[in-house]
């Protein structure tokens, strides 16, 4: 079924299952049943916030959380931004080739600062998750494979020790969420890397009948599902009015909401994730689009102001902002979302490239 955009109600996204692969047959994937658990992990979510300076080499970790291990398999979930840049990521490449007076600050800085020094290098939005599970085994759950995948794998997999990928979740089929597939090969595990073996990948059939034009070889089933192991809960909302793309929510223990290319957050969506409706969020990561002005109708995307706007009305325990353009400063806002934070409550930053939070799924 696709996702017919215009007009109202909304039909619900179904989730296709698609399999990885170069040349090799399709393979489903049955999902499994649900589990239902009452116990609600607590985070500790410090966000470290790198100075322009020399890169911090120790992830997060939560203070009070389970016993730590060296790297590279701490006996603990973990959330790894591995993007959280807009669609044409950051620096902006129109700053620097057609640089204006004054130069854009925030882009500038790409050309004096290493990537892995400077926040506001960004690349398209994507998230790891590393899941582990009872028997302390770690299953890495990959969340859009934009355009600079390559770069990001490079950077983020080798600096958190991430071995490889067991599956692909899409949230939508635009270049930034979709376009790296090509380059996923190189963190699949080295036993999958012929075609006898697959990684599941996760879509709604709209987004498998982009892709499949590009990537073929792709099946199909229902929502909810179930990714190595991690249960996901499909999260529609508006990618502009015309346009649908999935947020999840996802966690047996702590909670987590994921929404990365939104202009609206449907009503049940937001039921789904608000304090008020079906649960309070341990965390909230949501896109921000745009520093300035209010949005419109014909936005694709939140501003800082609907985003916050949105975090109050859901009402997470904490909030990161991801999907910054190259208006946002990340040390400067980060200020003036600690003081917003203060004010409201509610814990609220911006993400940066390579953050990783430590959190019991
Ligand atoms: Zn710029
Ligand atoms: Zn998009």
Aim: glycine content about 6%; proline content about 9%; hydrophobic content about 40%.
């Amino acid at each position: 079924m696709q996702i017919e955009a215009v007009g109202k109600p909304l039909p619900a996204p179904r989730l296709a299952l698609a399999e990885w692969q170069h040349q090799a047959p399709i393979n489903k994937v049955t999902n499994q049943g649900k589990k239902k658990e009452d116990e609600r992990a607590r985070i500790s979510l410090e966000v470290p916030s790198p100075a322009m300076g020399p890169a911090d080499p120790a992830p997060t970790r939560p203070t009070g959380g389970t016993a730590a291990a060296p790297s590279p398999s701490p006996p603990s979930s973990s959330l790894i931004f591995l993007g959280t840049g807009c669609s044409g990521a950051l620096p902006d490449a129109r700053c620097l080739i057609q640089p204006s007076t004054p130069p854009c600050a925030v882009c500038s800085t790409a050309l004096s600062l290493p990537p892995a020094r400077n926040p506001n290098y960004r690349c398209n939005t994507s998230l790891l998750i590393d899941c582990c599970n009872n028997n302390g085994t770690h299953k890495y759950i990959l969340v859009d494979v934009g355009k600079t995948f390559r770069e990001q794998a490079l950077r983020w997999f080798v600096h958190h020790k991430v071995p490889s990928i067991d599956s692909i979740i899409l949230t939508h089929e635009h270049a930034d969420a979709v376009l790296g597939l090509d380059d996923v090969w190189v963190a699949l595990p080295s036993s999958q890397r012929n075609d006898s073996n697959r990684v599941p990948i996760f879509l709604t059939q709209f987004t498998l009948n982009s892709v499949a034009a590009r990537f073929p070889n792709l099946g199909d089933v229902d929502k909810p599902f179930v990714a190595s192991e991690l249960e996901f809960l499909p999260l529609p909302v508006m990618h502009g009015e015309d346009y649908v793309c999935l947020g999840f929510l996802f966690g047996r223990k702590a909670r987590v909401a994921y929404l990365s290319d939104v202009s609206r957050i449907l009503p049940r969506t937001e039921h789904a994730i608000s304090k008020s409706g079906a649960g309070q969020l341990d965390l909230l990561i949501l896109e921000t689009n745009r520093l300035h002005g209010a949005g419109d109708a014909h936005s694709c995307h939140l501003t800082l102001s609907q985003s916050l706007d949105a975090v109050k009305r859901i009402c997470p325990k904490k909030a990161l902002l991801i999907g910054m353009n190259h208006e946002f400063e990340h040390h400067r806002e980060n200020q003036i979302l600690a003081e917003w934070s203060c004010r409201e409550g509610i814990p609220v930053q911006l993400a940066h490239d390579g953050l990783r939070i430590f959190i019991d799924l």
